[in-house]
């Protein structure tokens, strides 16, 4: 999220846009990344248990990613036009779940959306706390197809180390305590 931390709203929806499932498209990506049958061949698709082509799990995800951080780069873009210093987001350490409840097929339009449903400061890393985010996919039928539970860094604007801290860290530097230190880690 390209906020603070301390301005991030639970459960507000960020609609990312959406993407048309091309049957072309589909099979490009799964020869490179998910060389299945049912995603490569139209032809056995068609007499598979799921009735067709269908779009790599894989295919979706990446969509679905790439739709979700062009919105955290147009929101960053947004916060700087309206005279505001965007705040910064930081790695993921992971994803919860992920699970496609129903397939897309060529021509399904999918719409995605972005929800931080939880948020906490980090145990771990001072200064930054971890967003608890919901990424969905719809069709245009209203199925859902997509679900992941994400996690991520957000930057806090307000952090200030406590002194004890930056004494620790200043020890970890010196020659003979910042070995000793870093073994009892």
């Known amino acids: 999220m390209t906020r603070w ?20 498209d589909m099979v490009r990506f799964a020869a490179l ?27 979706i995800a990446s969509v679905a990613h790439r739709k979700m951080v062009d919105a955290l780069f147009a929101e960053e873009e947004r916060l700087r036009t309206l005279g505001h210093e965007p705040g910064l987001s930081g790695p993921s350490p992971g994803v919860n779940s992920m699970d496609f409840p129903a397939p897309v097929r060529p021509g399904d339009v999918v719409s995605f959306r972005l929800v931080v449903t939880n948020k906490r400061h980090s145990n771990t890393i001072p200064g930054w706390g ?18 992941a539970n994400l996690v991520g860094f957000s930057k806090l604007r307000d952090y200030r180390m406590p002194w004890w801290q930056k004494l620790l860290q200043a020890l970890t530097r010196v020659p003979i305590i ?3 230190l870093a073994r009892r880690a």
């Open 5 to 24: 931390f301390e301005d991030i709203v639970l459960d507000e929806v960020f609609s990312l846009g959406s993407h048309n499932f091309e049957a072309d």
């Open 33 to 59: 990344y998910d060389p299945q049958s049912l995603h490569t061949d139209r032809e056995a698709a068609q007499h598979s248990q799921f009735g067709g082509l269908v779009a790599s799990g894989w295919h």
């Open 130 to 147: 971890l967003l608890f985010n919901r990424l969905t996919g719809t069709n245009e039928q209203g199925q859902l197809v997509y679900e």
């Open 178 to 180: 910042g070995p000793l």
